[in-house]
């Protein structure tokens, strides 16, 4: 196992997206989550960094409440878009 490179923005865009979705209530399917991230990662300024082996991104120290506060921005704008937009087709839901 080797080190990788992680954008930690994407870790916490990814954690917190479904619930936001979930919250307001627009559609959820794959399409529009990744259509809400990408929109999300657009606005964030990216970091890197590397992981050590076995190390948890939990236990970085990133996760103040300014952080969470663009995180949350973001992925909400990122929702206002695509739920106007909607791009999925022949889907179920
Ligand atoms: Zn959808």
Known sequence: ?????????????????????RGMNVCTCELCQN???AFALNLLPPKYFVTPR???????????????????????KGIEVV??????EGNDL
Do not use: W
Request: aromatic residues 6%; contains cysteine; negative net charge.
């Open 1 to 21: 196992m080797s080190e990788k490179v992680v954008n930690f923005m994407e870790i916490c865009v990814g954690d917190a997206l479904l619930p936001l979705m």
């Open 35 to 37: 259509d809400v991230k």
């Open 54 to 76: 076995g190390m948890l991104y939990t236990k970085i120290p990133l996760l103040e409440h300014q952080f969470n506060v663009d995180v949350m921005s973001a992925i909400m």
């Open 83 to 88: 739920s106007g937009k909607m791009r999925h």
